[in-house]
């Protein structure tokens, strides 16, 4: 049963938005979260953070701008908002949630101990 379960991908055009999900499975209020990427052929890459208690969000620079990252604890869920989508960021979109040297921020996949399955996102020109 996976922890974390990705949703809301899709093909869209260039200069489209999306929002795509991540669910956990128990409540995850304790945890900094992140979203990571991997397009064909490429190394996973960090997007976007954030820490428990939203105090602090941390982008890449190749998404600064135009994506948002959030979370509803009471939902125990995740998001992306993605726009002004660019064929570039067409990946694999993986969240997931921290356990090794959570205090701060981090893009390092392997302090990331929770991951979901992903979902495709694909930016058409």
């Known amino acids: 049963q996976a922890e974390l379960v990705e949703s809301g991908g899709g093909l869209v055009q260039a200069g489209d938005s999306l929002r795509i999900s991540c669910k956990a499975s128990?409540?995850?209020?304790?945890?900094?979260m992140a979203w990571f990427r991997q397009a064909q052929g490429k190394a996973r890459e960090f997007v976007a953070y954030?820490?428990?208690?939203?105090?602090?969000?941390v982008y890449s620079d190749s998404v600064k701008g135009r994506f948002t990252i959030s979370r509803d604890n009471g939902k125990n869920t995740l998001y992306l908002q993605m726009d002004r989508l660019k064929p570039e960021d067409t990946a694999m979109y993986f969240c997931?949630?921290?356990?090794?040297?959570?205090?701060?921020?981090?893009?390092?996949?392997?302090?990331?101990?929770?991951w979901g399955q992903g979902t495709q996102v694909t930016v058409s020109t």
């Open positions: 997931a949630a921290c356990t090794k040297d959570c205090h701060e921020f981090t893009a390092v996949l392997t302090n990331y101990g929770y």
């Open positions: 128990r409540p995850f209020h304790n945890y900094v």
């Open positions: 954030i820490d428990a208690l939203e105090r602090d969000t």
